[in-house]
């Protein structure tokens, strides 16, 4: 297989009752929406990432409707937290077939590691010891394997001071890892609800937007921003190459 087709979904912040609002939005609406369009397009899936906040302070139900909804994909699902999912219900309530919470999958010549950055009781990140040798150990036994690495905070500064007082706390730590491994192609996270490119020593850095609201880039201060859900897709070249892009639904 020449080319993988990834799709990357975030924050999607649904309610244990479906007529849940984020502000103004209905999310479960917002991601049925989303799905509708990404399966429109008739495209094979090879894998959904899905880089946390499925709920927003939502439960059992909550969850278990993100993941009826994600399976309408008919691709396999790979779920990590978010600063707003409850851990101790997180795997639980997730388990179910073709769905599989953090660890790490090869796809072709691709390796994807999934991060826990979520920190108790904080909205910022944090990589446990435990996560970064977790990410070391599967770098260092698939040295031939182009590598994603997903998580929910951001490691770098998108610009916006009050969405950056809630980054990852340890940043240099995961880099040190990245540094050490040349087979790391780009790093993904969610959390901040908008697009987001850079990229640092070769590596792709991105964020991609959520499938209900959105947040102003560039701001000092939490603003809203008009445009509408969204979801990066990826095409993971054999090369190593990883040609992405954003989509919005139509406003």
Not at 21 to 27: A, M, P
């Amino acid at each position: 297989m020449s080319v993988l087709r990834f799709i990357q979904l975030s924050d999607t912040h649904l309610f244990d009752s479906p007529d849940g609002e984020l502000y103004g939005i209905n999310t479960a609406q917002s991601l049925a929406a989303v799905i509708t369009s990404i399966r429109g397009s008739r495209e094979h899936i090879d894998a959904v990432l899905v880089t946390g906040d499925l709920t927003h302070d939502g439960g059992t139900p909550a969850f278990r409707r993100v993941a009826q909804q994600l399976s309408e994909l008919n691709a396999p699902v790979y779920l990590l937290p978010g600063n707003h999912d409850d851990p101790s219900l997180f795997s639980c309530a997730l388990k179910r077939p073709g769905f599989q919470t953090c660890g790490s999958f090869i796809k072709g010549n691709w390796q994807v590691v999934l991060l826990d950055s979520t920190a108790p009781g904080a909205v910022h990140g944090h990589l446990r010891s435990t996560e970064l040798a977790r990410l070391e150990k599967a770098l260092a036994e698939t040295p031939n394997r182009h590598t994603l690495i997903c998580l929910h905070q951001q490691p770098v500064s998108v610009g916006s001071a009050w969405l950056d007082r809630h980054m990852l706390d340890n940043t240099d730590a995961l880099f040190e890892v990245v540094d050490r491994h040349p087979q790391v192609r780009g790093v993904l996270w969610g959390h901040v609800h908008q697009i987001f490119e850079q990229s640092r020593n070769h590596v792709q850095l991105l964020a991609c937007p959520s499938t209900c609201t959105q947040f102003k880039p560039n701001c000092a201060a939490f603003t809203l921003d008009d445009k509408a859900s969204g979801w990066r897709w990826l095409n993971l070249c054999k090369d190593g190459w990883v040609n992405t892009g954003v989509e919005y639904l139509a406003p």
